[in-house]
């Protein structure tokens, strides 16, 4: 488990951009559990290509003109509860730090995985959610 104090400016980095932290398997589970919306979960980290490339992608992709209904977050190596839970509804996927999932009614749509962001432009990442956001949401 990383410090808080460590992390919470990667935090703020997000919530700043209007993203809601999920702390708990409970909260990740009643999020998702919702048939109407459509929710885009940021699987958060320490690493570089979260601080150079998905971070500022999803705050990039958080000014679309459609949004999902939710934009959360959860932060591995702290939330490791809801970060658990989050990757269940992820599958087939294999846990990846960062990612970026969007989900519909429950579903997942739509999913960047962490080889899809290393060395990616923030940029080119956030205009492949805008696509996204705009075709599901």
């Known amino acids: 488990m990383y410090p808080a104090e460590m992390v919470a400016p990667m935090i703020r980095e997000l919530t700043s951009a209007g993203f809601e932290e999920l702390k708990t398997a409970e909260a990740v589970d009643q999020t998702l559990a919702s048939k109407d ?3 885009l979960v940021m699987i958060n980290s320490v690493c570089g290509c ?3 490339n998905a971070r500022p992608a999803v705050a990039i992709a958080a000014t679309n003109d459609k949004l999902p209904t939710k934009l959360t977050t959860v932060f591995a190596g702290v939330d490791s509860e809801a970060v658990a839970q989050a990757r269940k509804y992820m599958l087939p ?3 990846s730090s960062p990612s970026i999932a969007l989900f519909k009614g429950g579903k997942l749509v739509h999913f960047i995985e ?3 962001i290393e060395g990616r432009p923030a940029v080119a990442i956030a205009e492949n959610l805008a696509a996204a956001f705009n075709e599901y949401c």
Request: net charge neutral; charged share 15%.
């Open 37 to 39: 919306d459509t929710v």
């Open 93 to 95: 996927y294999p846990p």
């Open 114 to 116: 962490r080889h899809h």
């Open 50 to 52: 979260a601080a150079a």
